[in-house]
């Protein structure tokens, strides 16, 4: 009995999802939208950190647009060298990791509003007030505090969009294709990422301030086509079964399936939704709101099916996604190549990594349903190390500006552009595809919250240090920060391979039940032997179960 309405399933794994129709698809590749935001946002902000007209704004140096110089390229600061025409460490680092910071917030703050309202009017929410944010960036001229407080709200916005979308895709999406359906949140991600650098591409040369105001006003566009959009799509089914709300449950489950209310795929999949919720309530209990969060991380570390175990895995991958440096590519990638010395036009050259980053995801489609989400990592991870220690290799050796090696600098890109290719095949879709499946429905919101604010909180530590890092008036590592990035890719690699279980072709309950019965390296042989519904007698014939004992969770 759930919400007054009796509630009976089947016996059958095989049966405890509709199969996969259009519509399924076409819900799923609307909500994955919202990783424009996440991308564009990540590409603006590095071309806009080497534009005159910007560098001129909060450096107070002259700059003349016309001049030829002996190279040349046309344009250069007046007064100093090319080399000092640069916006301090300080002031890179605090504008790129504020967004990011705001979004750690938003990332949690979401995953809670969305355990209360939804997580539809959750997504819109952080529309309205993401496009906050950019009109205090767009008012700001060289008022360095309005610019920073519009980046911090505006990244509230993303973290609210960020974590929702993963809860909400992965708790509408077939599991047939859900592994593809997610991934398309991070091909988004990277769309998002190549219109940023087109557009700051275009506007890079402009004298005045449309420079750096046309790439922040173009995010309004996916503020309004997402708000809009979501008011026509229907909540998530799992919430209203959170809620006791099985009617309406009912009802956003057959619009989501394509079925009609009475189907009998319908009443079978909700029968497993509801008989999961009430298995793991019994384990999670929630005593108080406090509680809800607390719940979160109790449990064994020993026990791969405890809550901290998730909290953990879901946390972790998120900040070893984040320690392969890829944002390091996309957040510096104009000051870095910059740097090599011997490149004419950096931002050609981000432009060209953003593009193979682009059409490197849509292969993840296809290998993250065919060969799985652990074999992705793990070969990911090894790909990554590889070609970051080759480019740390080169870039100590032949690739020094002053070697004026221009054969080994291009070699250095090619081998960059790989490593961003397995990254974005591998490592860039499938750490949300996990991290939207391992939770159950009493925690999922709040882990998936937790699990991006992670992401965030990772992306904002890199993106303070890595000014540092690279920068030439500080410890200016050039090509030697990806031995760093290699290091803390071997660590990705170990993480993977002994936390991260194999969930492909599992819907959300199957993957809970997987969890506590295997250990992540024996997951991959792993098949359901009985469903939910029938463990909580949701069963009409009350059907005996093979084997009715349940590992305690916590």
Request: glycine content about 10%.
């Amino acid at each position: 009995m759930a919400g007054g309405v009796v509630i009976t399933g089947t016996t059958d794994v095989g049966r405890v999802e509709a199969p996969v129709t259009m519509k399924a698809y076409l819900i799923c590749a609307f909500a994955a939208f919202g990783g424009i935001f996440f991308g564009y946002d990540t590409g603006w902000m590095g071309g806009v950190l080497a534009m005159p007209y910007f560098i001129s704004l909060y450096t107070g140096i002259p700059y003349d647009y016309n001049i030829v110089n002996a190279d040349g390229t046309v344009g250069g600061p007046i007064g100093v060298s090319k080399d000092d025409f640069v916006l301090p460490s300080s002031m890179q680092s605090l504008f790129t990791s504020i967004l990011s910071c705001g979004t750690f917030f938003g990332a949690l703050i979401g995953g809670d509003i969305a355990d209360f309202v939804g997580r539809r009017p959750t997504i819109i929410a952080g529309c309205f007030v993401f496009s906050a944010g950019c009109i205090m960036q767009i008012c700001s001229t060289n008022q360095e505090v309005l610019f920073v407080f519009g980046r911090l709200i505006a990244g509230v916005g993303v973290g609210f969009i960020s974590a929702v979308v993963i809860l909400y895709m992965s708790e509408i999406a077939p599991k047939k294709v859900r592994g593809a359906m997610v991934s398309g949140y991070q091909f988004c991600i990277t769309i998002g990422i190549l219109l940023a650098n087109c557009v700051v591409y275009a506007t890079q040369n402009r004298p005045d301030s449309g420079s750096y105001r046309i790439p922040i006003g173009v995010q309004f566009l996916w503020a309004l086509i997402l708000g809009i959009g979501l008011f026509i799509l229907p909540e998530s089914p799992r919430f209203f079964v959170k809620k006791g709300k099985i009617e309406e449950a009912a009802k956003a489950l057959a619009y989501v399936r394509g079925q009609p209310l009475e189907s009998d795929y319908v009443k079978d999949e909700l029968a497993e939704i509801v008989a999961n919720n009430e298995f793991e309530m019994q384990h999670i209990p929630q005593t108080s709101y406090v509680g809800s969060w607390t719940a979160c991380f109790k449990g064994s570390l020993s026990h791969g099916n405890s809550s901290l175990r998730r909290t953990i895995l879901g946390t972790g991958l998120q900040c070893m996604q984040q320690l392969t440096g890829i944002n390091f590519v996309f957040y510096f990638g104009p000051p870095f190549f910059k740097q090599l010395g011997t490149i004419p036009n950096p931002f050609l050259i981000s432009l060209v990594t953003t593009l193979v980053n682009v059409l490197s995801t849509p292969l993840s489609f296809y290998t993250i349903e065919k060969f799985g989400r652990r074999a992705l990592l793990l070969i990911g991870a090894t790909g990554m190390i590889v070609s970051q220690f080759i480019v740390g290799a080169i870039g100590v050796t032949q690739g020094r500006e002053e070697v004026h090696n221009n054969a080994a600098v291009q070699a250095m890109i090619a081998f960059i552009c790989i490593n961003i290719s397995f990254f974005a095949t591998t490592w860039g879709p499938t750490a949300w595809v996990v991290v939207g499946e391992v939770f159950p429905l009493p925690i999922r919101s709040r882990g998936v919250g937790i699990s991006t604010a992670s992401n965030w909180f990772w992306n904002t530590i890199i993106a303070v240090i890595t000014p540092y890092l690279v920068g030439g008036d500080e410890a200016n590592l050039g090509p030697k920060v990806f031995f760093m990035w290699g290091s803390l890719c071997c660590l990705s690699l170990a993480f993977a391979y002994f936390l991260v279980p194999e969930l492909k072709g599992l819907s959300l309950e199957q993957a809970d039940m997987c969890m506590q019965e295997v250990s992540p390296r024996l997951s991959a042989a792993w098949k359901p032997s009985h469903t939910f519904a029938a463990e909580m007698h949701h069963v009409e014939d009350h059907a005996t179960l093979v084997n009715n004992t349940v590992e305690e969770k916590v």
